[in-house]
Structure formats: structure tokens, C-alpha cells
């Protein structure tokens, strides 16, 4: 190591937290409008930083850098704009400095707190990503610290033109310069000192490829910070929709194929591979990607003859590589539990998705892997909304349950016949036993004739139907949060306009589909009997989501028997319904932050009231003008 620049390092170490010392002590007020500033300023030598982004690329471009290294590197005006509205974004971001966690009173009188404080001096080593230049300095600004910066010679007169831009708007508003510094005028050595400079750096976090973070943890002296590189995988599930799928593997692994979040690794069920794969493969060459592909996956691109197809068998490095180029990873599973041992194995921790129309695999999957990010296109169908008002559910009695036969019961008499269909109240003992029952053996729990292959579509919506109207009975009391009202207009979704076993559009189910129909039916009935537990020990939360995975057995069943009705998902309605909660919260009034259900109700009434009085007023008017125009 260089004794002379690890000393000049450390000076620079010694001075930014001089620098740190005057920053710690402005308000929140203080420092957002440092940042403001800095994001004007940033708009307003965006040709300047631009210019200098020329000469980097110009020369990475001579030295025979790869695309996707050339894409992270370009900082043109359009992303230096991206970039100052991102520090006004962390502007607009809450002060976490003085933030309490938590605190304590002890027996003996003493108060603890924990209480969110600046680290000091930060230190990041970064490769050719200009961007990152912006983003650490802003969020440094905005937690009191300041950061000593290495990022790479590729980008190094662009870095230097955002700095001087920063340190400019530094010294115009009175705080010292040397908060934002860089190592770069010291190559490596100054990245080697950075690692070397403890008690001069407080903390190291280095951003970039394996290789980089990696150097870094091993050598470092300085407490380090490790970020993940990015393996990333997408599983398409058996359940997928490939019109989905497609647009969504491409648009991950082409956009920028040099960022850290872009695809690398395609996981495909097996029991849609022969059928997905030509499609997906076809619309992957045409966009240039290479595809490294297992034995299995290999054959079936093979076999269909796709033009321009870059195709070559994959090693075992390929799936813990990331590319950050036009390639990709391609492999079959046979389930899964497979693709989620898989992608644990292999992934670096920091983007994974799945891909499914099934809620019940897209829980698991999210569930299961570390750290993972559930992600799909949502594509919008018909349902019906149900009016909500401040957060709470207002639906009449005599919309919440299809009753069977024409047969009307009260609210105790529908969660009897939920528990044993028989109105009979059981004991703890004897529902237990029957839970237990049921979930070994529930071939036909409902003692009726399966002779006919249509008395299951009678059968499960009147199910849902009941597990439904037990649920709103349990949440009709309070607000419903934004889950609970997500999974009753999912169950009102797939209840809606639910047909007749004549109706024209419904089919017969054929020999396998029947089986297909028992099985959902007989998965359908052990979430109902896990709900009618829930249900008695008033475990609402329980009772949300068994609800969601009772009413995904019967939009099964329902697409069985009516197979050109459009069904949502419960996906595409959460989304929906969490806009509007987030809607209503925000209308509750200030001075009455935690209205009673009754009192929500009451205004709902009034409103009601007034609307109708409105609705008779015009068709009054409407009347007379009538009586006019006959005279």
C-alpha cells in the first residue's frame, strides 16, 4: 500500500467528519433544502455533467467495454434529470435522525431509548455507476453523514463534474465541502486505503459485481456493509399465463441489462415447458439473448427451430453467474418446491420473482425465499364493487349469502351450518374431531348424490357463500383493513353473476375434469374447516386468508364449468383495493381520527339520505317541466 496516499486518505477521513460534525447539527428544514438545491442545480449543469459523461464513454468505448457495462455507465441529460428529481424525492422523505425505536422504563427508574443518530464517515467503493454518485450523497445529506467516494476510473470525469456541482451548492449554503469527497485522483491505492483507514472511516459499503464486493469484505479493515450482486431468477409456475410472462421476462432482461436487478436465470414448471418455452425462446433471440440452458430445456428450444436462436448448453457456473449481459440462464423444474430450493442455492439475496395465477404458490414462494420480491402484470377483468365508506363494509343482509333452496337463516344459524350443516351447536371435542376427519377423508362431506356432474357447481358457490357471510359478520363491526376488504370483493368477484347449470356458457365436465373439480373441492373443504376454528377463536386474521384460499378453489371450480368467464385474481384485486384504502384513510377527518363503526355508519346513512333527496328534487323539476311543456 502506498504510505503517502493512505495518509492523505485519512486526512480526508479527519476532515469530512469535521464537516459531518456541522451537518449532524442542522434540522430537517436545513438539510431538505440543501437537497432541493443540489437537485437545481443538477438540472441546471446537466449539459456540463453530460459532457463529461462524453468523454468517459467515449473512452470505455475504446477500451472495449461490454454493453451492459457502457448502459450503466452513460449518465445523459434525461438521467441526470431522473437523478435531481431522486434527491428531491429524499427530500420529501421522512427525518429519520432523532427517530425513537424504542424505549424502556426500568424498575429502578431509569429510561432508555433507543434513538436513531448519524453513523459519522462513510466510505463507498463503487464501479462505473454515476448515478450511485448522486444517490449516496443525497442520503447521506439527509442522515447526517458524510461519505468519502471511489467509483472507478471509467466514470471518473463524471464523477468529478457531479462533485464539483455538489460541492458548489455545499459552500453556497455555508457547510464544508469536504462532507462529499473523493479518492478517485488515487486510483486504487486510494480504494486500498479507503479499506486500510480505520478510525478514520466508520463504515465501508461497496456497491457493484461479486468480484468487487467480495475484495472488499475479505481486505477490508473498516466494519463493512455488504451488498448483494444480482443473480436474479424469474420461476414461471404451472399456473403461469404466458401472455404475462413473456413481456415481463423480456422487459427484465433487456431494459438495462447492466443493472443489478436485471433477470439472469428463467425457471420453468415442467408442466408448461414443452408449451412456454418455443414462445419464450422465439421472443429471447430476437432480442439478442443468449441463452445457456439445462439438458431438458435445451431439447425443447432445440427441437422447435427458432431463427437466430443463441443457444448453448449450460455449466454448472452459469447458475451463480450474473452475467450483466445479453444472456441468460435457462433450466426445467419438476416443481415447485424445486425452483425454490434452486433459486436459495443460488441466488445472491436480492430480486426473485414468480410468476403464477395461483395464490397459494405465490405465498409459498414469497414466504420461502430470502429476501425475495413477488412480482407480475396485473391485467384487469370485471367485478363488482361493493360500496365502502370511511373503511367499513356496508352490504344488506340479504346480499351476503346465496341461500340454498330459497332458505333464509340468521347469523347464528349460517355459522352453524358452516361448523356441521346441521344447526345443531357442536362442542369444542366433537368439532375437533370433525375438523380432524375432514382433512383426512373428504370425499363427499356433504352427503349429496355425486352422480350428477353439475351438483358441484351449486355445491361450491354456496359454500363461499357462507364462508364469506361468516367473514363479514366477524369484520362488519369495525374498519375493515385493506386485506380484509381485498378477500371479501375477491369472494364477491368470483360469487358475482354466478350461473345456472343450464346456462348456455356452462359446459359439462368431462371424466378428468370432474376429477380435477373433487380435488378442488376436497382442498376447498379443509380451509373451510381450518376456518370454522379460526372462526371460534376469533383469529380474523386466520380467517382473511384461508377466505382468499377458499374463494381460489372455487374460481377454479367456476373456470371448469364457464371457461370463458373472465376471473381475477386475488392479486389484481389487492392491488386495487389497497389504492383504495389508502383513498379513504385519507379522507377521515383530522379531528376525529378514530371514528366508531356506528358513527362511519351514521354518515354513510346521512349521505344516503341526501342523494336521495337530490335524486327526488331533480325528478320533481323534471315532473313540472313535463306538466309545462303539456300545457
Known amino acids: 500500500m502506498n504510505a503517502d496516499v493512505f495518509e492523505a486518505v485519512c486526512a480526508m477521513g479527519d476532515a469530512a467528519r469535521t464537516a ?22 443538477l438540472d441546471q449543469h446537466a449539459d456540463d455533467i453530460a459532457a463529461a459523461n462524453t468523454l468517459d464513454m467515449n473512452q470505455a468505448e475504446t477500451d472495449g467495454m461490454d454493453a451492459g457495462k457502457l448502459d450503466r455507465l452513460r449518465f445523459d441529460q434525461q438521467r441526470i434529470a431522473a437523478a435531481a428529481q431522486g434527491v428531491r424525492h429524499v427530500a420529501s422523505l421522512p427525518d429519520p435522525i432523532g427517530e425513537i425505536v424504542r424505549g ?66 455545499l459552500t453556497k449554503h455555508g457547510y464544508d465541502h469536504n462532507m462529499i469527497a473523493t479518492v478517485d485522483q488515487y486510483g486504487r491505492d486510494g480504494a486500498t486505503a479507503m479499506m486500510e483507514a480505520r478510525g478514520h472511516i466508520d463504515v465501508l459499503i461497496p456497491r457493484g459485481g461479486a468480484g468487487l464486493i467480495q475484495a472488499v469484505v475479505r481486505n477490508s479493515k473498516v466494519p463493512v456493509i455488504e451488498t448483494g450482486a444480482g443473480n436474479v431468477h424469474i420461476y414461471v409456475d404451472r399456473t403461469g399465463n404466458p401472455d404475462k410472462a413473456i413481456p415481463i421476462l423480456i422487459n427484465a432482461k433487456t431494459q438495462r441489462v447492466g443493472v443489478c436487478n436485471a433477470t439472469e436465470k428463467l425457471l420453468v414448471h415442467k408442466d408448461i415447458a414443452e408449451s412456454f418455452l418455443p414462445k419464450a425462446a422465439a421472443a429471447l433471440a430476437a432480442a439478442g439473448v443468449e441463452m445457456h440452458a439445462d439438458g431438458r430445456a435445451y431439447g425443447i428450444i432445440e427441437h422447435a427451430g427458432i431463427a437466430n436462436a443463441q443457444l448453448v448448453h449450460a455449466t454448472d457456473e452459469d447458475w451463480d453467474t450474473e452475467y450483466l449481459a445479453l444472456k441468460i440462464g435457462i433450466k426445467v423444474v419438476d416443481s415447485l418446491d424445486e425452483a425454490i430450493a434452486h433459486i436459495n442455492r443460488h441466488s445472491t439475496g436480492h430480486t426473485e420473482s414468480i410468476i403464477a395465477e395461483d395464490y397459494s404458490a405465490i405465498e409459498e414462494f414469497t414466504a420461502r425465499i430470502g429476501g425475495g420480491d413477488g412480482q407480475r402484470l396485473h391485467t384487469f377483468h370485471r367485478w363488482r364493487r361493493v360500496r365502502i365508506r370511511r373503511g367499513t363494509w356496508h352490504l344488506h343482509t340479504e346480499d351476503a349469502c346465496a341461500r340454498s333452496d330459497g332458505a333464509a337463516r340468521d347469523d347464528h344459524d349460517q355459522m352453524d351450518w358452516l361448523r356441521n350443516r346441521t344447526g345443531e351447536r357442536m362442542s369444542d371435542e366433537v368439532m375437533q374431531d370433525n375438523m380432524q376427519h375432514t382433512m383426512q377423508d373428504n370425499k363427499n362431506p356433504w352427503n349429496a348424490d355425486l352422480t350428477d356432474p353439475m351438483l358441484r357447481l351449486r355445491l361450491a358457490s354456496e359454500r363461499l357463500s357462507i364462508v364469506r357471510y361468516v367473514f363479514l359478520v366477524q369484520v362488519e363491526d369495525g374498519i375493515a383493513s ?75 371450480i367456476r373456470s371448469i364449468y364457464q371457461p370463458d368467464f373472465p376471473l381475477p385474481t386475488f392479486a389484481e384485486i389487492r392491488r386495487v383495493v389497497q389504492d383504495e384504502w389508502d383513498e379513504d384513510m385519507d379522507k377521515i377527518d383530522p379531528d376525529n381520527a378514530s371514528p366508531t363503526a356506528d358513527s362511519i355508519e351514521q354518515e354513510t346513512a346521512d349521505a344516503d339520505k341526501e342523494q336521495q333527496a337530490e335524486k327526488q328534487a331533480e325528478q320533481q323539476a323534471d315532473g313540472a317541466q313535463k306538466s309545462g311543456a303539456s300545457a
Not at 20 to 41: G, P, R, W
Not at 535 to 556: K, N, Q, S, W, Y
Open 20 to 41: 459531518q460534525s456541522q451537518l449532524a447539527q442542522a434540522n430537517t428544514e436545513a438539510k431538505n433544502q440543501l437537497l432541493n438545491a443540489i437537485a437545481d442545480a
Open 104 to 169: 424502556y422504563h426500568l424498575e429502578n427508574g431509569l429510561r432508555l431509548q433507543q434513538v436513531r443518530v448519524p453513523i459519522g464517515v462513510l466510505g463507498m467503493i463503487y464501479e462505473a455507476r454515476p448515478n450511485v454518485t448522486v444517490d449516496v450523497a443525497s442520503l447521506c445529506i439527509k442522515s447526517g453523514n458524510a461519505v468519502l467516494l471511489r467509483g472507478g476510473h471509467a466514470a471518473e470525469h463524471t464523477n468529478a463534474a457531479t462533485l464539483a456541482v455538489i460541492a458548489d451548492v
Open 482 to 556: 385493506a386485506d380484509e376488504r381485498a378477500s371479501l370483493e375477491y369472494a364477491d368477484a368470483v360469487l358475482i353473476g354466478w350461473p345456472e347449470t343450464d346456462a348456455s356458457d356452462v359446459i359439462t365436465p368431462d371424466a378428468a375434469q370432474l376429477d380435477d373439480i373433487d380435488e378442488q373441492m376436497r382442498v376447498m373443504e379443509q380451509h373451510i374447516a381450518k376456518f370454522s376454528a379460526m372462526e371460534r377463536d376469533h383469529d380474523i386474521v386466520g380467517m382473511t386468508d384461508t377466505l382468499i384460499r377458499v374463494t381460489e378453489r372455487v374460481a377454479g
